[in-house]
């Protein structure tokens, strides 16, 4: 399977844990970037890398979350603290630059459930 | 801030039906535009990518056509099938400073019933 792929699919914590998740794009696809998706609602942006370098990050990205792509291949994103309001389905994507397109590819996300 | 909406929030048509989803957007200053589809509980599948200088893209039974002047985007399904009842979503990507992220719509959760 080439496609992107996340690990853990579901994730189960207690409110206060930290949970990190882990998201491989799909093989040379220089942009990645994370999306939070909760019931009901289009997923919203929450950040994205060029290679290694975070270009970009959202006002929901408060200072629990973090995100790192330290080789430009997979990337994690790491909730401190966690909170109810936290559970969502995260979802990664990926492309490529090239003139004209930037299609994204979503992988199958990581549904995060806070007790 | 570009805001995406999506007509209707929920559809159930018979098999075999022609359908259209509506999506419109706030800020016609957009780079492309995607549609999605989401099955429940699982990621997104890409269905179609418009550039701002298309008007439509083909890919089966979907057309997607785009007016950017007017901020409206369809997608139409041809003889729709069981198979195709899933969440379909819209998402566009605005020029600017926020030019790489996609401002989704909340989605047109499809139902085909045979």
């Known amino acids: 399977d080439t496609g992107v792929s996340q690990d853990p699919r579901h994730k189960i914590t207690k409110r206060g844990q930290n949970v990190t998740f882990r998201c491989d794009p799909i093989?040379?696809?220089?942009?990645l970037y994370w999306y939070r998706q909760t019931l009901g609602q289009g997923p919203e942006f929450l950040t994205y890398f060029q290679n290694e370098a975070q270009l970009e990050k959202s006002r929901l990205l408060s200072d629990r979350f973090s995100a790192e792509r330290p080789k430009g291949s997979f990337s994690t994103l790491e909730i401190q603290r966690t909170e109810q309001g936290d559970s969502a389905m995260y979802l990664c994507a990926s492309s490529k630059t090239r003139y004209g397109a930037n299609e994204q590819f979503f992988g199958p996300g990581t549904r995060l459930t806070v007790l | 801030k570009q805001e995406v909406t999506q007509i209707p929030a929920a559809l159930s048509v018979p098999e075999g039906e022609n359908l259209v989803l509506n999506c419109s957007f706030t800020d016609s200053a957009i780079y492309n535009l995607q549609w999605f589809r989401q099955d429940p509980g699982k990621g997104l599948t890409s269905l179609l990518l418009i550039q701002s200088s298309q008007r439509e893209q083909t890919s089966g039974r979907l057309n997607a056509s785009l007016d950017k002047s007017s901020g409206r985007s369809t997608l139409y399904i041809a003889a729709s099938q069981p198979g195709d009842s899933a969440t379909y979503l819209c998402?566009?990507?605005?020029?600017?400073?926020?030019?790489?992220?996609?401002?989704f719509g909340e989605g047109t959760q499809l139902t085909v019933n045979p």
């Open positions: 998402a566009v990507r605005s020029w600017g400073t926020s030019g790489s992220r996609l401002t």
């Open positions: 093989s040379e696809h220089n942009r």
